[in-house]
């Protein structure tokens, strides 16, 4: 007899030993979890880290893209100094001489004469989307036609034009201008000529219609 009722005792205090033990287990498990957890930014960080780096190595030019800018299209003022580039004074100089306007130079592109006295050498360059115009262009010259734009990176964007008097002909080039600055230069490379092909550089002045689009 006493030995059953000590194996009751003992199988009771089991199962009311039971649930602590349970706890203890539940609670075991919750403090591991919390660890993990906690530790999971310092294990995923470093592959994370490491990924990046793989695909700046891998992808040199991916941050360049993303940085890429706009081509600069709108109507510049030829500047008709010497072969060298202007100053920002120079084409403020320009600017307040000619007092340019969008109006007047598309008078200037469909051969209109525009209102009011001829102050200066006033001619315009129209960049488009799809369109280089200069109201200077003589027949047969390169400076014309239907233009490509490549990337622009710091300022340089490069082009390809094929000249309308020349359609057989591709043209490349360059066009330089700051976001800060009035001064563009526009760079024609390896345009024929009777002495061979030769690099041809062009100044304008940006003015107050910049930015819409011809």
Request: glycine letters at 8%.
């Amino acid at each position: 007899m006493w030995r059953v009722l000590g194996a009751k005792i003992e199988y009771e205090a089991r199962l009311v030993a039971r649930p602590a033990l349970s706890r203890r287990g539940v609670a075991g498990r919750e403090d591991a979890s919390i660890k993990m957890k906690a530790s999971l930014p310092q294990v995923v960080l470093p592959y994370v880290g490491a990924l990046i780096a793989l695909l700046i190595t891998s992808y040199p030019n991916g941050l360049q893209v993303l940085a890429a800018q706009s081509p600069p299209l709108g109507v510049y003022l030829w500047y008709p100094g010497p072969a060298q580039i202007p100053t920002e004074e120079d084409c403020f100089r320009l600017i307040e001489q000619i007092q340019p306007s969008r109006d007047r130079a598309e008078d200037w592109l469909w051969g209109r004469v525009p209102e009011g006295p001829a102050i200066g050498k006033e001619f315009y360059l129209f960049l488009s989307g799809t369109r280089m115009e200069t109201t200077f262009s003589a027949e047969g010259d390169y400076d014309f036609g239907s233009v490509q734009f490549g990337q622009t990176r710091n300022g340089t964007t490069s082009f390809t034009l094929i000249p309308d008097d020349h359609p057989d002909v591709t043209i490349s080039g360059t066009i330089r201008v700051q976001s800060d600055s009035r001064v563009m230069a526009v760079t024609l490379r390896d345009i024929p000529t009777g002495a061979g092909k030769q690099d041809r550089v062009s100044y304008y002045c940006r003015f107050e219609d910049l930015g819409m689009e011809a």
